[in-house]
């Protein structure tokens, strides 16, 4: 079965910048977007990037020109680079895979689109 794996976190101090891995096994993910999604302590899980099958990208807007979003279907890894860090960057990091259509540039998906996620990994900003 499809299963993804995160790495890359940790902690750094505010300014700075972290690559965030999301690995797949059982399925690539040529046939698939995939989100991040990030949870801070008692608040709502919220969408923070997407990336389609053809390569285009979505960001939600606290997050947008600081983080990007990238996929080699080689690796079947997508990546989260992330810079330019906040301490409200501060949560536990989630991937997601999507196999419907998403349209480019448009509304995030929500969380209930996805069909298949990662454990988490924290990432930690400190001021």
């Known amino acids: 079965q499809v299963q993804l794996v995160e790495s890359g976190g940790g902690t750094v101090q505010a300014g700075g910048s972290l690559r965030l891995s999301c690995a797949a096994s059982?399925?690539?993910?040529?046939?698939?977007?995939i989100g991040w999604f990030r949870q801070a302590p008692g608040k709502e899980r919220e969408a923070v990037s997407c990336i389609t099958t053809d390569g285009d990208t979505m960001y939600a807007d606290s997050v947008k020109a600081r983080f990007t979003i990238s996929r080699d279907d080689a690796k079947n890894t997508v990546y989260l680079q992330m810079n330019s860090l906040k301490p409200e960057d501060t949560g536990i990091y989630y991937c997601a895979d999507l196999r419907g259509e998403v349209v480019p540039h448009g509304p995030l998906p929500y969380s209930y689109e996805y069909d298949n996620w990662g454990q988490g990994i924290q990432v930690t900003v400190s001021s």
């Open positions: 059982g399925r690539t993910f040529s046939n698939v977007a």
